[in-house]
């Protein structure tokens, strides 16, 4: 299980949205994702910030699906954004996903991505125990 922790000596996290600090335990491997995006699995891009939002939390979560854990196992979460309004949009398709979980995070305001049509991308590290089935 994974140990989050808030000391005291930091601020508390933004909105209680995050944990300041993420121990994984021994015997656990780290996975770590490439960049997801707003792409659908049929290759599709829709134009609408929040409909690429969602479609990255969608993505993540085949991802974790695939190697058998969930939400839970979030160690840190990554996430680009082109401008600051967008924010707002990308923490309502995040919580919605996110549950309870509050892995570590940092959200990145940055001038673009890799594609002119890119408006989002999220990048994850999660733990999978050794052990599993």
């Known amino acids: 299980m994974l140990r989050k922790s808030n000391p005291t000596a930091v601020a508390p996290p933004y909105k209680n949205i995050y944990s300041h600090t993420v121990e994984v335990p021994a015997g ?5 994702t490439s960049g997801q995006l707003g792409i659908a699995p049929d290759g599709s891009i829709n134009p609408d910030f929040k409909v ?12 974790l699906a695939h ?6 196992a979030l160690v840190r979460i990554n996430a680009y954004v082109l401008a600051r309004a967008q924010i707002p ?6 919580a919605a996903w996110l549950g ?3 892995p570590a995070m940092t959200t990145v305001v940055v001038s673009g991505l890799a594609a002119p049509d890119w ?3 999220v990048e994850v590290v ?8």
């Not at 949009?89 to 995040?94: E, F, G, K, S, V």
């Open 126 to 133: 999660f733990s999978v125990e050794e052990a599993r089935p």
């Open 52 to 63: 690429q939002a969602e479609q990255v939390m969608k993505n993540l979560a085949a991802l």
């Open 89 to 94: 949009l990308l923490a309502q398709a995040r």
């Open 100 to 102: 309870d979980a509050r």
């Open 67 to 72: 190697h058998g854990v969930g939400v839970e």
């Open 28 to 32: 656990s491997r780290l996975v770590f």
């Open 119 to 121: 408006l989002v991308e």
